[in-house]
């Protein structure tokens, strides 16, 4: 019997582990089936016969044996004398089984049964990614950094899959090497060019909701509940979590002992600060909570137009409004309120300060106290302030404070 070498072809399903075996015999079969009905006009009396394992195939014929002069349908029937000629003890009203050449097909036959089995094959294994990445959407997962490039990294998964991790669904501050392993969670399966494409994200909410799952017990049996989150990568988190169990601290719970749980979780976002705050249905309470770390004085809330105005002191103003507006603007988001802040005196807020802790990713934290002891506890208190006059002030260096000055100025310029 000739084969036509499909071993490469069966090796590649072998080596698919997604296609099971009788997927695999199914489309073999189809492919000859569809090349002996090219051939012979009809596959009904054939049998296709795999064998996976060593990677070749048997055709088998049956025709039933009839008198010379009964012979109707020769592709049905053959007659006594020419079955005799291939085997003398056969009987009329027998079946006749002739193994098939495949050469007898031809060559360009074979080749286009060839590159027909290696597209079956190819679509198979799509498929298979396809399904099993979209059962997995939401979930985290670790993979390789196979190559970075500026708009995407492409990723490898421990079957040798490739994933893609885009420059939008990174943290501003990511910085990847080839080699080294990340975290990332499964955003979508897209199609590109009729291939399917995974996504993954590290700036998903889902990220930040999975990664606390896996670092808070109560969290992933079911005892707490992650309501909502929102996200500035990066920058800012902010979560309400509610407890089925009224004697479990939500919050608590999440942070841990001395922040242990939180501050893995930090370090994975790039030093992300993240507010854990009680779930609330009290809508003041809610937002009271999303405004951390400020503390309000008194609010005016238009339940019908979703819209609040909250009044603080001065000094928790550019604590309620944060960096580059960041705090308020999450706020809004978990609540679904828009926010309008004032000062107590009703004056509203126009123009945009910032806490000076916000910088001490830049600034170091004895500088910071410097500045607050005497007086300083905002950005543009010290813009304010002049550069003599806070050398007058403060025990600091004349180029520590043009720094940090600089610094400060720097930050305005950005947000105008």
Known sequence: MASINLIEAFQEFKDAESIDRPTMMKVVEDVFKTLLRKKYGSDENFDVIVNAEKGDLEIIRRRQIRDDDDVDNPLEEVSYSEAIKIQPDYEVGEDLLEEVDILDFGRRAILAAKQTLASRINDLKKNALVKKYS???GDIMNAEIYQVWKKEVLLL???GNELILPKSEQIPQDFFKKGENIRAVIARVDMKNNSPVIILSRTSPLFLA???EIEVPEIFDGLITIKKIVREPGERAKVAVESFDDRIDPVGACVG???SRI????????NENIDVINFTTNTQLLIQRSLTPSKISYMNIDAEKMHAEVYLKADQVSLAIGRRGVNIKLASELTGYELDVYREDEEIVDEFDIDLDEFS???ETWIIDEFKRVGCDTARSILNLGAEELEKRTDLEKETIADVRRILQEEFDKGE
């Open 210 to 212: 999975k990664l606390l």
């Open 135 to 137: 059962d997995r959407i």
């Open 263 to 270: 501050h893995g979780i930090v370090r994975e976002l790039k």
């Open 361 to 363: 990713d830049e600034i």
């Open 257 to 259: 002992m001395k922040g």
């Open 157 to 159: 998964d421990e079957e």
